[in-house]
């Protein structure tokens, strides 16, 4: 298990494994980051219910591009350009749960409460990781805090609806079904031998299936608070 | 270590659109009772930067 401490001066000295794997690590992480502004902005800016919702839209989409701007820096200090994920398609997205486009007010909302919590679990990933410059991103009190004002928007929101019953709660049921298998896949095989070169870097904390199964433990106890059905964890799944 | 071409020029255009971004965002939160005008005007303004980031064109903006 490798403990060193990694500052920028130092990563070329590095086991070109630890290289790859971190460059491969911030180029993910900075496409989600600005994945989750190209998924919503478009459709639901305009669309918002209310002025302070879009507001508050733009104000997240903000937060998601400074959080790019970061890993883009530490990407672009290691000789990464990561600009291409900003002129690619959705499509293109390296993470599944980025490739559409949210359409309706309730999927955003499910958003925030599922997708932007799965955001929090990979950046507490790198909370006390080798690299120190990424370790910083992190540990600062901004990113993490600004990530959860996105999952305790679109959880409340998510809340708010289902508490409103009948047709409100029906769609929102649905938009929980659809993001929350979607969830569990991102993070990944449990099976994965990267993740476990991850962990053997100290560039990541948990085993995938561990992460996975804290948050769905997680998750599950709010959908049910909010007297939402549990989806089928298997139904749709890419990776188990 | 060299850095990857434009990095420092990227960091700083995203800087440029942030700061923009908030501070729009921040002039018109405190007017969503009083003064519908100037809660359209920003995010109309906030419209126009996110649509600009959101095509992506990076060699425009870095030129």
Known sequence: MFTDKIDLKDFEKQDPEYQD????????QADCEIG???????????????????LIVARTAAEEMDHYRKMARLAGDIGVDVSYVLSRSNQERYVEAFRGEIQAWEDYAVFGFLID????????????????????????????REEEGHIDFG??????????????????????????????????????????RY?????????????RQQYKDEVDALISKMDLKIPDPNKGRLYT | MQAAPNTEAL????????QALKSAVGS????????PKVVEKAIGDCKEILDVVLEGKVKEWLS
């Open chain 1, 21 to 28: 794997l971190l460059r491969r690590v911030l180029a993910i």
């Open chain 1, 36 to 54: 989750g502004p190209n998924l919503y902005v478009k459709n639901i800016l305009p669309n918002a219910p209310t002025k302070l919702d879009q």
């Open chain 1, 117 to 144: 919590r799965v955001g929090r679990y990979q950046l507490e990933e790198f909370i006390g990781c080798t690299y120190l410059p990424l370790a910083r991103v992190v540990e600062d009190a901004d990113v993490i």
């Open chain 1, 155 to 196: 959880t409340n929101k998510t809340a708010e609806y289902a508490a409103k019953g009948d047709e409100w709660k029906a769609r929102i049921q649905k938009a929980v079904d659809y993001w929350y298998v979607k969830g569990l896949d991102m993070f990944g095989n449990s099976k994965s031998y990267r993740s476990e």
């Open chain 1, 199 to 211: 962990m053997y870097w100290g560039l990541k904390r948990r085993p995938n299936a561990v992460a």
């Open chain 2, 11 to 18: 960091d700083q255009q995203f800087k440029e659109f942030i």
């Open chain 2, 28 to 35: 018109a939160m405190p007017h969503l009772k009083d003064d």
